[in-house]
């Protein structure tokens, strides 16, 4: 079966090429403030991960929700959501692909 | 540098103080610290008052002149709030330090505050999660207890940590707490009450959290060629660390806060001692987890060694190390602007020789407070002179 992978936006340095996540204001390593949008492959692996069971206000009617920080390529990392289908359980190492984006950021499946 | 102080602490007991408002608190703990160091109030040229969503949870700002006019101190006081999440209060308290140790102040007053149980626990997750990158973080529904749930379940698969290692802090720090009549909970949990209990983020569990608590706690400081005009049992500060860590958990470098690894080593280097000297210890347990991986951070054990060094007793009050014999964040509560003073003036004690849970005879003691997603650590050193 084969699922269509979200991109992941990202911006590069002008003045050193380096990329960062989006939003960057500040090239921590050469100080340029001129970035340029890229885009990386959405595929990655689940570095650690969580699920939240006791939620700030304005998160609760979401509990229980699936978080993880994802390792992307080009070293870069991420906190996403994570949507588990039932019997499904994150692992650290597991590869997830990235399914789509809405106001809570990115979301990842099992991949 | 000139050689600091602490001439006197003050504290409120820690947990749910139902009708004492925020500003009474920090009067009381202030007070009390004024009384204890038997300086005329009127001595103190500045106050630096920690706190960390009184803003956001009981409405009430430019709290340091607030509490500054309730002492009674002189009208040519600085008074400044500082705000570092979890860690305002350490960030108080070195503010303080590094003024005097400068020749700036001969007479400062350090405080911490917090006021929470008015709230809801969703308003005061809410509130806590403001110390989030909002930009890059907030937004996804990450919480504090998530942060730290993001570290145990890296902790376990790098070094093999065991959930059960991870409980022993909650088993340890609550039995130490028995004692303590500052501390909210005061009564024993087993390794099975704390496994069996609700599951708040994965691993964590709820009594591997701290309870949200009111509080505050106070010092004061003065060049130490002149603390004994004030009292026979001065604390020495002899290193004083503050670090920077990452703005965002996906920063982390390893199941590790770079702040508190950073912060450390200043404290240490300017001390002139090494983590194997400190006698007794009061680390930043806002989750179980967390104090496994500030005392690696810090140095006590190797990295990846915490979680079996409680299995092995190494942090209990008659340990290697003996760790929050407060009782801890755990235990105390945790009233976020306040717990770095709070964690100084249980040192203090220990110091003095006054403390409910005494370690024998200690001579070299250290503090060590975190803020946000370890983003920012203070490491206060202290020596009984």
């Known amino acids: 079966m084969s699922r269509s992978v979200e991109n992941i936006s990202v911006e590069k340095c002008k003045g050193c090429g380096k990329l960062f996540m989006s939003p960057v204001y500040v090239c921590s390593a050469c100080g340029s403030e001129e970035f340029e949008p890229e885009v990386i492959e959405g595929e990655g692996k689940i570095y650690t991960h969580t699920t939240i069971r006791i939620a700030p206000e304005a998160f609760m009617d979401q509990v229980p929700y699936h978080l993880a920080i994802v390792e992307l390529p080009h070293n870069l990392r991420l906190t996403a959501r994570i949507d588990l289908k039932e019997g499904e359980k994150m692992e650290i190492g597991r590869p997830v692909s990235c399914i789509r984006k809405d106001d809570v950021g990115y979301w990842f499946e099992l991949r | 540098m000139r050689s600091v102080s602490i001439i006197g602490v003050g504290t409120t007991n820690f947990g749910i103080l139902e009708g004492m408002s925020i500003k009474e608190m920090a009067a009381l703990a202030c007070n009390r610290a004024i009384l204890d160091a038997g300086i005329d109030r009127k001595e103190i040229q500045a106050l630096y008052l920690g706190n960390y969503i009184g803003g956001i949870l009981v409405g009430q700002e430019t709290l340091a002149p607030v509490i500054a006019c309730e002492l009674g101190l002189k009208k040519s006081v600085a008074c400044t709030k500082v705000e570092g999440a979890c860690c305002s209060a350490g960030i108080a308290l070195r503010q303080g330090y590094m003024l005097i140790a400068s020749g700036v102040y001969d007479f400062v007053l350090a405080g911490g505050v917090e006021k929470m149980s008015s709230a809801s626990t969703e308003k ?10 909002k930009d890059t973080e907030g937004y996804t529904g990450l919480t504090f207890p998530g942060f730290f749930a993001l570290v145990a379940n890296r902790h376990m698969y790098e070094y093999g940590t065991t959930i ?9 720090n609550r039995k130490n707490a028995l004692k303590n009549p500052r501390a909210r909970f005061r009564k024993e949990t087993s390794l099975e009450e704390v496994l069996n209990s609700r599951l708040i983020t994965d691993p964590l569990k709820l009594f591997d959290c701290c309870p949200i ?4 706690a106070a010092a004061v400081l003065c060049p130490t060629e002149i603390a004994r005009n004030f009292t026979d049992k001065p604390i020495e500060i002899i290193g004083s660390g503050h670090g920077l860590g990452h703005s965002t958990s996906y920063s982390m470098e390893g199941p590790s806060c770079a702040a508190t690894v950073f912060a450390a080593r200043e404290a240490f280097d300017m001390a002139g001692v090494t983590p194997s000297d400190v006698d007794v210890a009061e680390i930043h347990d806002c989750f179980t987890i967390a104090e496994i991986v500030d005392s690696e951070d810090i140095g006590f054990f190797e990295r990846g060694k915490g979680g079996r060094a409680v299995e092995e007793g190494l942090t209990q009050v008659d340990g290697k190390i003996p760790i929050n014999t407060s009782g ?4 105390k509560g945790h009233p976020v602007g ?24 200690p001579e070299i003691g250290l503090a060590m407070n975190l803020g946000a997603t370890g983003l920012v650590s203070t490491v206060t050193i202290m020596r009984r002179i």
């Open chain 2, 338 to 361: 306040a717990t770095g003073l709070g964690q100084v003036y249980e040192i203090v004690r220990q110091l003095r020789g006054e403390h409910e849970n005494q370690v024998k005879d």
């Open chain 2, 164 to 172: 059960e290692q991870i409980a022993m802090v909650s088993v340890k």
């Open chain 2, 328 to 331: 801890g964040l755990l235990s």
């Open chain 2, 124 to 133: 005061n997750t809410e509130a806590l999660a403001a110390g989030m990158d």
């Open chain 2, 213 to 216: 608590s009111d509080g505050a």
